[in-house]
């Protein structure tokens, strides 16, 4: 009884995560979309076209994090 109490919170516990990453995931997206370094020169346009490629990355990675737990744990 013990065990399936605690294995059910386990799966609400990584639904709650899928959630709120995917939630996070949408907003770092729409934060992506306003970085734009079209206007900006020098060391300043690297700068927001390197903050630019993070934040893309932390979307790839976020959407790996959700697959890898639905598919292996859910």
Known sequence: VQGYKSLTEL????????RI???HCK???K???KISSKLEVGTLATA???MKV????SMALLT???FVVKR???
């Open 54 to 57: 993070a934040v893309a990355q």
């Open 64 to 66: 790996l994090i959700v």
């Open 27 to 29: 907003n770092l997206g």
């Open 11 to 18: 799966v609400n516990f990584l639904k709650e995560r899928i």
């Open 31 to 33: 934060l992506s979309q």
């Open 21 to 23: 990453e995917r939630i």
């Open 48 to 50: 927001m076209e390197r």
């Open 72 to 74: 292996t744990v859910l």
